[in-house]
């Protein structure tokens, strides 16, 4: 089992930034991402990352200002995001993948733990 807990959500003004980071217990290797959550929508991958740091996908939205990272020992996983606008306002879900699964790094139907999730909310 793997816990995630994330950290580093907040308010800020559109143009600021906010850099979440997560923490696991474990790190299996595969993929790890992040993931917004909308009222009654299913989740959206915003940024992920997987072989151990050398393959990042970004969601079209998020391209340009968001970078996702791991640490040296990859257990912490970090999105700073910068030049932040009213629509990244979200729940944000860190997630990580303990198995070969066949959907893409930015489907949620990859990954088998999740964190609680860290609020971001941005004003105009």
């Known amino acids: 089992q793997v816990q995630l807990e994330e950290s580093g959500g907040g308010s800020v003004q559109a143009g600021g930034s906010l850099r979440l980071s997560c923490k696991a217990s474990?790190?299996?290797?595969?993929?790890m991402g992040w993931f917004t959550q909308h009222p009654g929508k299913e989740r959206e991958g915003v940024a992920a990352?997987?072989?151990?740091?050398?393959?990042?996908y970004y969601a079209d939205s998020v391209k340009g200002r968001f970078t996702i990272s791991q640490d040296n020992r990859k257990t912490t996983l970090i999105l700073q995001m910068n030049n932040l606008v009213p629509e990244d306002t979200a729940m944000y879900y860190c997630?990580?993948?303990?198995?070969?699964?066949?959907?893409?790094?930015?489907?949620?139907?990859?990954?088998?733990?999740w964190g609680q999730g860290t609020r971001v909310t941005v004003s105009s």
């Open positions: 474990a790190y299996s290797g595969l993929c």
């Open positions: 990352i997987c072989a151990g740091g050398l393959d990042a």
């Open positions: 997630a990580a993948q303990i198995r070969p699964a066949s959907a893409g790094a930015l489907f949620p139907q990859k990954y088998h733990y």
